[in-house]
């Protein structure tokens, strides 16, 4: 069985990411493995983990309704995103990775967007990059 990660977010882009995950699951027969990864620290609190669990379990529905093989891990490493996805990746050897985007301000193009860039260049596998609706 093949495997599709999928970084996740509880935001439009992460949403529509795992919805596109779902469809090339079933189109591959591919086992889906959701990241969530946090920065941790001091800045990840007690809130932030009960957040991240309900998120998770949220996650977690949404794939079972949706008939398809997953797991669902919570990262808190103190890693970029895109090292915790290729990571992962690697880990698993991959087939595909999903991402979702959001749209971006020019300024907000110089600032931000280095995730996405980093996992496009150092994944061990195509990268399937995502818009999130509206």
């Keep these: 069985m093949s495997t599709i990660v999928v970084g996740y977010v509880a935001k439009p882009e992460g949403q529509a990411a795992l919805r596109q995950a779902v469809v090339e699951a079933r189109l591959r027969d591919a086992e889906i ?29 949404y794939l079972a309704d949706e008939g398809v093989a997953a797991t669902v891990r919570q990262l808190v490493r103190g890693q970029e995103v895109s090292e915790d996805l290729v990571a992962v ?6 087939d595909m990775i999903i991402i979702g985007l959001r749209r971006r301000s020019p300024v907000g193009k110089l600032l931000l967007g280095s995730n996405a860039q980093r ?3 150092d994944a061990p596998c195509p990268v399937l990059a995502v818009k999130a609706d509206g």
Excluded: C, P
Aim: hydrophobic letters at 45%.
């Design 33 to 61: 493995v959701v990241v969530n990864s946090a920065r941790g620290g001091a800045d990840f609190d007690d809130e932030d983990a009960f957040r991240a669990e309900s998120d998770q379990d949220a996650v977690r529905a």
């Design 89 to 94: 990746a690697e880990e698993t050897s991959a």
């Design 119 to 121: 996992i496009l260049l």
